[in-house]
């Protein structure tokens, strides 16, 4: 069956790095683009970055931009987020999403806590 499971999440201090992955499952992640979403306690969930199916292109949040970075591996069905210069404003669950027509899948979501 369709599965996107997301790992790498914890707790860091400010200023620090996290590295989270998606491994994907049950369908050709090749032809999907793929999404990092966050969702803070008490707030919508925001779209943090994409990448598309070649990995060609990619797109940040505005309030990312410069500090992660998306990237995936076809072959491994692995996509990722490096997230550097952690801040406690970053603090949220982290979702992955793969998107392909109008084919539509979610992980269960990461905790990511950035805190002294």
């Known amino acids: 069956q369709v599965q996107l499971v997301e790992s790498g999440g914890g707790l860091v201090q400010p200023g620090g790095s996290l590295r989270l992955s998606c491994a994907a499952s049950?369908?050709?992640?090749?032809?999907?683009?793929m999404k990092w979403y966050r969702q803070a306690p008490g707030k919508g969930r925001e779209l943090v970055a994409l990448i598309t199916s070649s990995g060609g292109t990619t797109n940040y949040a505005d309030s990312v931009k410069g500090r992660f970075t998306i990237s995936r591996d076809n072959p491994k069905n692995t996509v990722y987020l490096q997230m550097n210069s952690l801040k406690p404003e970053d603090t949220a669950v982290y979702y992955c999403?793969?998107?392909?027509?109008?084919?539509?899948?979610w992980g269960q979501g990461t905790q990511v806590t950035v805190s002294s």
């Open positions: 999403n793969a998107v392909f027509l109008y084919l539509d899948h």
């Open positions: 049950g369908f050709t992640f090749s032809n999907y683009a």
